[in-house]
């Protein structure tokens, strides 16, 4: 007989008594095969990286509707995409050349999945993890095609990047976002404690990156001359002079102030938004208050009452992010895998400490924030209301004057490999610490005298505090112990007027921030409806011991000795470190060792200089047409000498020969 016997259109072949699938069945074999091993190379690590980290969703303001899409995304799209070149492949090839495609794109997946795990389980590290991945990738493929039990068993496991989404969307961190709050619906209605006696209204202003010390004149107080508004606020409340923060990290430290508890390690990178923390100040202040609610980098007050604290990026921001964060996943390099390092967060942290979220305000103009919340406060209605403010204030990055004008920054950031500002600009950047917290000093005085314009002063509750200070030493991060940062880390400012208090007293008592919430609504005359570490200090001390509790993360409570680091704090800077507390806003200028040569002539001072040296300055041409009454003005100066100095030299700037300004001396470093 000759000629073929025509091929049935599906099923077997026919003939030779071959099983092989027609190329329709084996295409969606092989789509099959690739959705499993994607599962395991793509969608599991990012899953589990973005599961532990609810901030990144909230950082970027993603709905439900958007992360369910990410997470369908994420599993779904890698294997089509790889699917589509062998479609091409079988259109223009045949079989065979779909046979060839499918094993190139296993053996890729295959390597990238060794390289994955190479990397955890490994000390190799860029080509040398490469090399061996590859090998482990054309074995993979080689197994593939020799030994059917490896094509069964990727089938067997067709499900796997199912379960990983089931996981993300269920069990992780992340599903808080996604699934109702266990602990919606809980009763936390507070118990009012006179209820002839009506609430008063409640006006509390959170500083941040705000060290007690920096208030302070040598004899502890604060510095009436440098800082009028706080004095005149010390002068007519209780200050709670022992006052210290519990953590240096915003997102760990304002859910401990605002919801009484101590720092739970379940919590460690949970988002500080109100589904993670249903019981706080808002939500029980809420049911009595109305709330004017202006948050920074948290959203504990339940976006419904309040707003949201961020804006939407869009899903195509927050897929181009998770795309650079499994590019940093599957790097042959150790690359961060935290997604909300994507995004911005503060300058330093240590370690993980947890979620990052919620910064869209962290570039907003900080001081315009605060004369909007200012402006918004008005006479009671028929509910009192809750006012609330966290401002960024003295917090880096420091651009303004005593006055309010504002200068450029040209130095930016510059540190060493291990995180660390160098010695000259850790100086450099506490005197411009403390020229930025007399203008916030300033900002205080606008709401206090908004507070008695409208009447509410008199009659309302005052907080005026701070989440944590700051550390200026070259050898530790300005957010870590050590080195004797406590001082200016831990302790912060803390000053309560009660409702009718018109003069001033000072309590030494240890109080921690978790003492807040049981305080301010004792003194509101309500009772925290559930359990709280803190306690409340209008009575007796209640707080035994004498030493001091700070989390570097939520698991990492440190004990910091109390009295001594308090004697510290006590010494201030006014009078000493600089010489505002004698002259005044010009007296921030006077700043360390050299504070006696400026406003001095150099004949004066002694012989100063040596070798001339060139420079080459920075952004020099802000010097051309200066205007001393502008908002802005030039008012640092940065510069790269050509010439080699002798160690612990001292620039030295003079204007019309009399010295304005001295600096210090750093090498160069790359960044």
């Known amino acids: 007989m000759t000629g073929r016997a025509a091929e049935p259109s599906g099923g077997v072949h026919a003939g030779a008594g071959s099983r092989r699938p027609q ?52 599993v779904v799209a890698p294997p089509v995409l790889l699917w589509l070149p062998e479609v091409a492949a079988l259109l223009v090839a045949g079989e065979r050349g779909r046979r060839a495609v499918h094993l190139v794109l296993l053996a890729g997946l295959f390597a990238v999945l060794a390289l994955e795990v190479g990397k955890k389980l ?24 020799i030994w059917p039990v490896v094509k069964l068993w990727l089938r067997y496991l067709a499900p796997a990047p199912l379960v990983f989404a089931m996981l993300f969307a269920t ?17 936390t209605v507070p118990v009012r404690t006179d209820p002839a006696r009506p609430l008063p209204p409640v006006v509390m202003v959170f500083f941040d990156e705000f060290p007690l010390q920096s208030l302070l004149d040598s004899h502890g107080r604060v510095d009436t001359r440098v800082y009028p508004n706080f004095a005149r606020l010390a002068a007519g409340s209780t200050w709670y002079r022992n006052a210290t923060g519990i953590a240096g990290f915003t997102p760990t430290a304002l859910p401990a102030m605002l919801t009484g508890r101590y720092p739970d390690k379940s919590r460690r990178s949970a988002a500080p938004v109100a589904q993670i923390y249903p019981d706080n100040l808002f939500t029980m202040f809420g049911h009595d208050y109305d709330l004017d609610v202006s948050e920074t980098v948290t959203e504990l007050c339940p976006p419904a009452r309040c707003g949201q604290t961020g804006s939407r990026s869009g899903f195509a921001t927050v897929a181009r992010q998770t ?25 330093q942290t240590t370690g993980s400490q947890g979620a990052t979220a919620l910064f869209g305000n962290l570039g907003k103009d900080q001081a ?83 507070l008695r314009a409208v009447g509410l002063y008199d009659k309302a509750l005052v907080v005026v505090t701070a989440d944590h200070g700051s550390a200026f030493s070259p050898a530790v991060k300005s957010r870590q112990l050590g080195d004797g940062t406590a001082p200016t880390l831990v302790w912060v400012p803390l000053f309560i007027k009660a409702p009718g208090q018109t003069k001033g007293r000072i309590d030494d008592r240890n109080w921690e921030h978790v003492d807040l919430l049981p305080t301010v609504a004792d003194m509101a005359g309500l009772t ?73 002539t150099l004949g004066q001072v002694g012989r100063v200089g040596g070798a001339t040296l060139a420079a080459r300055m920075k952004e020099w041409a802000r010097f051309r047409t200066v205007t001393p009454g502008a908002r802005r003005v030039p008012a640092m100066v940065v510069g790269q000498l050509s010439s080699r100095v002798p160690p612990g030299a001292t620039v030295v700037v003079t204007v019309n020969d009399t010295i304005a300004g001295t600096g210090g001396l750093y090498p160069a470093a790359e960044g």
């Open 323 to 347: 795309a650079q964060l499994y590019r940093n996943i599957a790097s042959p390099v150790d690359v961060p895998q935290d997604p909300a390092s994507i995004g911005e967060r503060p300058s």
């Open 171 to 187: 069990t992780s961190p992340s599903s808080t976002l996604l699934l109702p709050s266990g602990s919606q619906g809980r009763a």
């Open 528 to 600: 925290v409806p559930w359990k709280v570490d803190g306690f409340s200090e209008t009575g007796p001390p209640r707080r035994l011991r004498s030493d001091k509790w700070w989390y570097e993360d939520p698991e990492g409570r440190r004990v910091v000795p109390g009295p001594p680091n308090f004697r510290r704090v006590l010494g201030g800077v006014t009078d000493t470190l600089v010489r505002a507390h004698q002259n005044g806003d010009k007296g921030f200028y006077q700043f360390g060792d050299t504070a006696g040569w400026v406003y001095r």
């Open 368 to 450: 315009q924030r605060v004369d909007r919340f200012v402006a918004g406060i008005g006479a009671s209605g028929s509910r009192p209301t809750l006012y609330f403010l966290h401002v960024l204030m003295p917090h880096a990055p420091w651009k303004h004057l005593p006055d309010g004008r504002v200068y450029a920054d040209p130095v930016g950031r510059p540190v060493t490999k291990a995180g660390l500002w160098p010695e000259a600009l850790t100086r450099l950047n506490h005197e411009r610490h403390l020229l930025q917290l007399a203008y916030t000093d300033r900002l205080l005085g606008e709401l206090l005298g908004r």
């Open 23 to 74: 190329p329709p069945a084996a295409l969606l074999w092989g789509l099959l095969e690739l959705f499993v091993l994607a599962g395991f190379v793509v969608a599991q690590p990012v899953l589990d990286v973005i599961g532990k980290a609810p901030d990144f969703f909230v950082f970027h303001r993603t709905g439900r509707g958007e992360i369910l899409a990410l997470v369908a995304l994420i």
């Open 122 to 145: 490994t000390p190799l590290r860029g080509r040398r993890l490469v090399l061996a991945a590859l090998v482990a990738g054309a074995l993979g493929a080689l197994a593939y095609a």
